[in-house]
């Protein structure tokens, strides 16, 4: 199994360009997420799945669009991207059953210049 | 807002001696607590995990919970330069479909 698995692992936006971060299961979690991480500073939770078809927002979901059509994909789209986004953004996934812990992609390293 | 803090460190330890990690959180009704290592530049990985209060031990590591103290932490015995990374503590308020809220971590190095 890949586990989870993020594309790209690093790219470089110009200020008001847009991309989407995509992020693959193949475990069959219902559950997902997407976090970002700023240096020294723990996760931020900008959306989050429990299922195809139903999204949520996280602490900080401003700038960001999230769509959840299959169980295995959740991509996370940034539009008009700002120096304020760039981050190293990690998608996670967990079973059902609250008593799980997560499984992280990778990541994905993004500056916005 | 629901809030898990830890102190960030850096903590030093010497090789073969006990670390001790800590993490507070706010929300009392909080149930499902996980230790996360994360060396740098790479993704989180999971570590422990403990619902109870008491201890949990696995290998070299233990986990204390004290729910009336809203206090967890982590113990690593016989510290090898190989933990030195940054340790995150992650608390879920219920179970089922509440997102785990993380602290900032505490960076760990062992001085071999």
């Known amino acids: 199994n890949a586990g989870v698995t993020q594309t790209p692992k690093f790219r470089i936006l110009k200020i008001g360009q847009s991309m989407t971060l995509q992020c693959t299961q193949d475990?069959?979690?219902?559950?997902m997420y997407w976090y970002r991480q700023d240096p020294g500073m723990g996760l931020k939770l900008i959306y989050y799945?429990?299922?195809?078809?139903?999204?949520d927002k996280g602490e900080v979901p401003n700038g960001y669009n999230v769509s959840r059509s299959t169980t295995e994909d959740f991509p996370l789209r940034l539009e008009l991207a700002a120096p304020s986004q760039t981050s190293v953004y990690f998608c996670?996934?967990?079973?059902?059953?609250?008593?799980?812990?997560?499984?992280f992609g990778s990541g994905t390293r993004l500056t916005v210049v | 807002q629901k809030e898990v803090e830890q102190n960030s460190g850096p903590l030093s330890v010497p090789e073969g001696a006990i670390a001790s990690l800590n993490c507070t959180y706010s929300d009392r009704g909080s149930q499902s607590f996980f230790w996360y290592r994360q060396y740098s530049g790479k993704s989180p990985e999971l570590i422990m995990s403990i619902y109870s209060n008491g201890d949990k031990e696995d290998g070299r590591f233990t986990a204390q919970l004290n729910k009336a103290s809203q206090y967890v932490s982590l113990l690593i015995r016989d510290s090898q330069p190989s933990d030195s990374a940054t340790y995150l503590c992650?608390?879920?308020?219920?179970?089922?479909?509440?997102?785990?809220?993380f602290g900032k971590g505490t960076r760990l190095s062992v001085i071999a």
């Open positions: 475990m069959n979690h219902n559950y």
């Open positions: 996670a996934s967990r079973p059902g059953g609250g008593d799980r812990g997560y499984t």
């Open positions: 799945s429990v299922g195809a078809g139903i999204t």
């Open positions: 992650a608390v879920t308020a219920e179970s089922g479909n509440t997102p785990l809220v």
